[in-house]
């Protein structure tokens, strides 16, 4: 019981830790900022990290192909976009850029543009490769609707050149290929914020798992005791009966050697 309970709390000791590990992020800022305050947090769909679900093979070139689109937060309509960027001015939290669901959004590919689909080591459309609410979908086209991703970097610069740069490119590694023409590439040393959002759900979920197994643990020894407090009744019932019939016995003892004599 002891070593769960140790558990837990080193759990909840890391949750801690990553949730406060992103204050530097003013779209975190904001969102600690407006919770539990119905007045601004109902106006707010949530920050593009958080909703969405990226396979760990996908998160490199999901996350370079968002960039710091992955900080955006959704909002409904630019009303509540204004509200918002008000209370950033006026808190001094920084700057935000919110995606208003009634004005941001895309539609995917042209059709002239689908070509590079069945080029060798295209793998898909990046949208395609996260989860996320349908009611979503218009926001996710407009930030990954026009990104191919591709296995490697020799496949999407052969392809992207006989597609004209027509096609933003991503690649598994990480490198991007701009429809201007530019290409950036190199090692991934940063911990994105798809990583910690991931690394957050998953330590939530150990937490919750452990939970449960602990309060079954401490209802296990409940029973336990329980049952060892009804065994001790009945021990005591027992030795109570046992002193009963050793008097019983006492006493018939004698009468009988008083008839006897």
Do not use: W
Not at 6 to 27: F, P
Not at 54 to 60: A, Q, S
């Amino acid at each position: 019981q002891e070593e769960l309970a140790g558990e837990v709390s080193a759990l909840e000791t890391k949750h801690r830790i990553l949730s406060n590990n992103d204050t530097k992020i003013s779209a975190k800022l904001l969102l600690k900022t407006i919770e539990g305050n119905p007045q601004y947090e109902s106006r707010v769909e949530g920050m593009i990290a958080s909703m969405i679900k990226v396979p760990r093979e996908y998160e490199i070139a999901i996350d370079l192909a968002l960039g710091s689109a992955s900080q955006n937060v959704v909002v409904r309509d630019e009303e509540d976009a204004k509200v918002l960027i008000r209370l950033l001015r006026d808190r001094d939290l920084g700057r935000v850029t919110f995606l208003p669901m009634t004005s941001y959004g895309g539609k995917g590919l042209e059709t002239y543009q689908k070509s590079i689909l069945h080029e060798k080591g295209c793998i898909c459309v990046a949208h395609e490769l996260i989860s996320y609410a349908p009611k979503y979908q218009s926001v996710m086209l407009g930030l990954l609707g026009k990104t191919v991703v591709f296995d490697n970097i020799d496949n999407a610069v052969a392809a992207a050149r006989r597609n004209a740069y027509s096609v933003r490119i991503v690649t598994l590694d990480g490198d991007v290929l701009n429809t201007s023409g530019s290409i950036s590439g190199g090692s991934n040393k940063r911990n994105s914020l798809l990583m910690q959002e991931r690394e957050i759900k998953t330590t939530e979920e150990q937490i919750k798992s452990k939970r449960k197994e602990y309060s079954a643990l401490q209802q296990e020894i409940l029973q336990d005791r329980e049952y060892l407090a009804e065994l001790q009744a009945q021990l005591v019932e027992y030795d109570e009966d046992d002193k009963t019939a050793e008097v019983a016995y006492a006493t018939e003892f004698e009468r009988l050697d008083r008839i006897s004599n």
